[in-house]
């Protein structure tokens, strides 16, 4: 009788084809699954939110510089800017930066159809002094080109009058003027660097 050795479909030294086709698998969804996050994260940045770092001191005391956040693009799809809303916005046109794309985060003092005035280092609103008691005491609003001392000026319709918080270190809208709607990119909403900051940014209006 001659015995015959039957093999069973393993090979030695080679790797079977059931794992090498359990490996291709996980290779492919592993792929597809990074593929689908960066999908998501590229629509969440395009159309809802976005990273901004704060940069130098002009929202002193309640921004500072290095500070990281969240910036709401979404909001402003379906409303409009309020009083007292922190913005990020193109720099427009007039200003030197603009040919670089670069942002600026302000507040938003002034809406369509608001008259506004800087004399004796305060904001004035519609004909009465403006009551900005989140900034220190003692901050004072210097006049520019555009809000000269003591000469009111209207927000157009479709405009914005932005100002940084921290006035004697801002350029702002008291020197280029009120920004159109459609340079504004959104609203910022929510500090997450650094850890000490963490959390919502406060909600103002007047």
């Known amino acids: 009788m001659v015995e015959r050795s039957i093999h069973i479909g393993k090979v030695s030294g080679s790797i079977p084809?059931?794992?090498?086709?359990?490996?291709?698998?996980?290779?492919?969804?592993?792929?597809?699954?990074?593929?689908?996050?960066l999908s998501v994260f590229v629509l969440l940045y395009l159309f809802v939110?976005?990273?901004?770092e704060v940069k130098g001191s002009s929202m002193m005391p309640n921004f500072v510089d290095k500070e990281y956040l969240l910036t709401d693009k979404l909001s402003y799809q379906f409303g409009d800017p309020q009083r007292g809303d922190v913005v990020v916005f193109k720099a427009p046109p007039s200003e030197p930066c603009?040919?670089?794309?670069?942002?600026?985060?302000k507040r938003v003092i002034g809406v369509p159809g608001d008259r506004v005035m800087v004399e004796g280092g305060k904001v004035y609103l519609n004909g009465s002094m403006l009551n900005e008691f989140?900034?220190?005491?003692?901050?004072?609003?210097?006049?520019?080109d555009f809000l000269e001392e003591g000469v009111e000026q209207e927000v157009p319709m479709?405009?914005?009058l932005?100002?940084?918080?921290?006035?004697?270190?801002?350029?702002?809208g008291r020197e280029f003027g009120p920004i159109e709607k459609r340079l504004i990119v959104g609203k910022a909403f929510f500090i997450y660097w650094p850890t000490n900051s963490i959390g919502l940014v406060p909600q103002v209006r007047f």
């Open 134 to 144: 989140y900034l220190p005491e003692d901050f004072v609003s210097d006049p520019g």
């Open 98 to 105: 603009a040919v670089d794309e670069c942002e600026y985060i």
């Open 49 to 52: 939110a976005q990273p901004n």
């Open 158 to 160: 479709g405009h914005y």
């Open 162 to 172: 932005c100002l940084g918080d921290n006035r004697s270190h801002s350029r702002d």
């Open 17 to 37: 084809l059931v794992a090498t086709m359990k490996i291709g698998n996980f290779i492919l969804e592993f792929v597809q699954s990074i593929v689908l996050a």
